[in-house]
C-alpha cells in the first residue's frame, strides 16, 4: 500500500455535485463499493438522507452540510458539447462553473469543521492549441475560450484553500465511455462515414471513463495529493488514431470523416476548439503519485467502451 494512501475501509464522507452525470454516476458506485458514504448535491427537493439541496445560481447551500463532510467533489458545470457556441451559450458555460464552485467554495470558507479535500473538476483546455509542444501539469495557460474558461473556473475554487482543505484540480481530456463527446463520433463510424476529423494529424488526449473515475478516487483516497494533474491517459494518441481504432473495432469503414473546412464552417469556434485543437498531454504527477491505468491504450479504452455490460 502507497505511503499516504487510505484502506478501502476507511470510511469518508463525499459530498458530490454534478452526481448525476456521466462521470458523477459511476464515480457515486465505485465510491460505495469502497466503503464510502456517499452524498449528492440536488437542485430539487432531497428524497433522502443522503440528498442535500443547492441552487448555485444563488448561491444557496443547504446551511452546515459541510461541516459534516470529508471529501467534496465537484464536477458541475453546463455542457461544453452543445454547439453552436452563441455568446449567450458561452456565457452559461462559464457562469455554471463559476457560480457551482463559489458556492462550494465560499461555504467551505465558512465551514466550523471544514473538509480535507475539494476535488476540483477542470479541462485540459485550458493548455490551448499547442501543436506538438509536450504538456505537464507545469505547462502555461494557452489560448482560446476553454482556456479563459478553465482560468476563471479553478481561480473560483482558491478560496476554499486552507490549512485545514487542500485541492485537487482533475484536468480531463476526452473521455472514452458511452455518451458524451464520443456519442456522436460513434454515430458517425456506425452510419458508415467514420473518418478523419480535420486533418487527424492533432493530438487529442483521451482517457478512459473507467481509469477517469479510477484517478477521481484514486484523488479522494490519497491524502497527500493536491494542485493539478492531468487525467489522461499515458499513450498520446492523433485524432486519426481514435477515428481509425474506432472504425476497426465497430467493424465499419473509415473514410470520410470531416473536412477542416467544414468542421469551421458547421461548428464554428467550437469545432475548431473542441476537434481540431491539438495537446499532446501528459498525466505526469498522476503517474508520479503512484495511479496505474487499467486502460492505458486506444484499444482497451475502445473495447470497454464497446462492450454491452
Known sequence: MLKGYREDATRLRVLISGASGMIGTPLQALLREQGH???TLVRRTPTDATEHSWNPATGEIESGILDHIDVVVNLSGASIGRIPWTPGYKKTILESRVAATSTLAGAIGRATTPPSLLVQASAVGVYGDRGDEDITERTTKGEGFLAEVVEQW??????AQSKKTRICYARTGLVVGKGGAMAPLRLQTALGVGGPIGTGAQWWPWISLHDEVRALAF???HETTYGVFNLVAP?????????????????????????????????????RELLLTSQKIAPKRLLS????????TLDEAIVRMLAKN
Request: glycine fraction near 8%; charged fraction near 20%; proline fraction near 7%.
Open 289 to 296: 503519485a503512484g495511479f496505474s491505468f487499467d486502460d492505458a
Open 154 to 159: 479553478e481561480a473560483a475554487a482558491k478560496p
Open 235 to 271: 499513450t498520446p494518441a492523433t485524432a486519426l488514431d481514435l477515428t481509425k481504432e474506432l472504425a476497426r473495432r465497430m467493424g465499419r469503414p473509415h473514410w470520410l470523416g470531416l473536412p477542416t473546412f467544414a468542421i469551421s464552417l458547421l461548428m464554428g469556434e467550437a469545432g
Open 37 to 39: 458514504a456517499v452524498h
Open 219 to 221: 484523488l479522494i483516497n
